[in-house]
């Protein structure tokens, strides 16, 4: 009955969630209005037997890449499919995987467009990454016996509140998932408190952290040095937000009373960004150049204003801040940056990497500052010590070192329900 009354909802709100999607997002990012009619279902049917990756976006796109790529290689008798929610989602799929995957948009939680969508894909299974659970493709999985995996599960102590409050809704969700792996223990006892039988319940770690260069990275790691003078002092600024982008320059300004030759790359987190930091540079006095024109004369600051290149980015840096901590954003993926063996600044606020910080600190692998005089301050210290902002690098490399493994565990939960005689 609790989930009749939240399809009853979101049936209510269907004009206002197409406008939202449609019109508002689409204006901002063209992106939103292609492929529209996958969000309620309408794709074509597969034949083979489909294991379905939910990545919401970005961010899950690349924790997750590792893994399905290990998985493609293990299991090649089954397609894969990656479904996504936004167009830079989409478009990161496409850049780690070309055609080797199906990919589509995950349905809007409406009943007709998710049973539209399993009938025509039959999934043999579907594994969401982290915590996007929706209560009617959960449900309609489960009364088709398709196993539901949630991987790399992590949930805040704020997120689970706001679940309690919706306790007879979350208790079925929980009802519908076959397994979860979490980051760790806390994490599990969150999701054990919410309803999930503790039986269904793995500590893996986070996949996050089984992260690797490639030979193809590290060349263009080369090349980017070598285009962007190695010689000089490089702080890479990554998944920057509104408010934060100023504050950065802010920083970056008074490094550069003390490195005039220092390097600002500021990579916002979304595209529809890329222009408005152009506007503030362009009203700033400093001198920049944008990384998809290619067009580069030892200006003080690189825009990155492209796709799929943030993990290069960081590998030629120095150092790197990690964006969305200045601000009450919670912090993006600083293991991007240590994998390279860059070492981390970050803000306060790095509640949705948790589980990751906290050892990235202890271990000497990152700098928590307090707000942007902190960060400058950091910043021309480290200028000032390169080896000790070598050894921040190593020490961030160790701490992903140290914590690899989960997608080795991670894929013998999937091998286990993929078995014909699962439980």
């Not at 901002?28 to 939910?54: C, D, M």
């Not at 200006?299 to 200045?326: P, R």
Request: charged residues 20%; hydrophobic residues 40%; proline residues 5%.
């Amino acid at each position: 009955m609790v989930r009749f009354f939240y399809s009853l909802i979101l049936y209510l709100l269907s004009p206002l969630i197409v406008f939202y999607l449609y019109l508002l997002r689409g204006k901002k990012n063209p992106g939103y209005r292609e492929y529209f009619a996958e969000r309620f279902g309408l794709i074509s049917e597969q034949k083979n037997s489909t294991i379905v990756f939910h990545c919401a976006s970005v961010g899950e796109v690349l924790a997750a890449s590792p893994l399905i790529k290990q998985l493609q290689s293990q299991l090649p008798t089954y397609s894969l499919m990656i479904t996504c929610n936004t167009p830079t989602g989409r478009e990161q799929i496409y850049n780690n995987f070309k055609d080797s995957v199906q990919c589509v948009y995950l349905p809007l939680d409406f009943p007709c467009a998710t049973a539209r969508f399993l009938k025509q894909v039959k999934p043999a299974m579907l594994c969401i990454l982290e915590t996007e659970l929706w209560p009617n493709l959960l449900a309609q999985s489960k009364q088709r016996n398709i196993p539901v995996l949630v991987l790399n599960a992590r949930l805040s102590e704020k997120s689970q509140r706001g679940y309690q409050k919706v306790a007879p809704l979350t208790r079925a969700l929980m009802a519908s998932i076959s397994a979860l792996a979490s980051h760790n223990q806390d994490d599990a006892t969150r999701f054990i408190e919410l309803g999930l039988d503790a039986g269904k319940v793995q500590v893996t770690g986070s996949i996050k952290f089984d992260i690797k260069p490639t030979a193809e990275q590290l060349l263009k790691v080369e090349t980017l040095k070598a285009q962007y003078n190695s010689q000089r002092f490089i702080w890479v600024a990554g998944s920057t937000h509104p408010i934060e982008h100023q504050l950065i320059l802010n920083a970056h300004q008074r490094l550069l009373e003390v490195a005039p030759d220092a390097l600002l790359v500021i990579a916002p987190r979304h595209p529809e960004q890329f222009d408005k930091v152009a506007e503030l540079l362009h009203e700033s006095t400093l001198s920049f150049s944008r990384r998809s024109q290619n067009d580069y004369h030892n200006e003080h600051v690189l825009l990155g204003d492209t796709l799929g290149e943030l993990q290069c980015l960081y590998g030629m840096a120095n150092i790197s801040y990690v964006g969305g901590s200045l601000i009450e954003r919670g912090g993006h993926n600083p293991l991007e940056s240590a994998a390279f063996s860059v070492g981390v600044l970050t803000g306060p606020h790095t509640y949705n990497f948790n589980h990751v910080y906290p050892e990235l600190i202890a271990l000497g692998g990152a700098k928590q500052v307090a707000n942007t005089d902190e960060l400058s301050l950091q910043l021309i210290e480290l200028y000032q010590q390169p080896v000790r902002c070598k050894k921040l690098g190593e020490q961030a490399a160790v701490c992903v070192a140290n914590n690899q493994g989960a997608i080795a565990k991670t894929i013998a939960i999937i091998n286990h329900y993929l078995e014909p005689n699962r439980d």
